[in-house]
Nanobody
Framework: QAQLVESGGGLVQPGGSLRLSCTASGIIFSTYYLKWYRQAPGKEREMVAT????????TYADSVKGRFTISRDNAKNTMFLQMNNLQPEDTGVYYC???????WGQGTQVTVSS
């Protein structure tokens, strides 16, 4: 059974950093194009970053460019989202997503507040 599990969320002050992880099982991880999404309270889910199967190409939402970095370790079936200089508007539930098969994780909460 295909599964994605996020971890690494938490409460952080503005300007702080967090590193999210997304660990996969039940799929051939190295063949999957993957994405990070987030959903703020009362807002629609939005795409944050994407990464190709071997990590050669990445894309970012304008709102996170220069602050967030997406990466992956195919040997560990894990994708990462390094988030620096976090701001209150980055608060939300962060999800990893595999478009092939429409696989979603359960999400991890990120709260940026002083």
């Amino acid at each position: 059974q295909a599964q994605l599990v996020e971890s690494g969320g938490g409460l952080v002050q503005p300007g702080g950093s967090l590193r999210l992880s997304c660990t996969a099982s039940g799929i051939i991880f190295s063949t999957y194009y993957l994405k990070w999404y987030r959903q703020a309270p009362g807002k629609e889910r939005e795409m944050v970053a994407t990464i190709t199967s071997h990590g050669g190409t990445t894309t970012y939402a304008d709102s996170v460019k220069g602050r967030f970095t997406i990466s992956r370790d195919n040997a560990k079936n894990t994708m990462f989202l390094q988030m620096n200089n976090l701001q209150p508007e980055d608060t939300g539930v962060y999800y990893c997503h595999a478009p092939f098969g429409e696989i979603w994780g359960q999400g991890t909460q990120v709260t940026v507040s002083s």
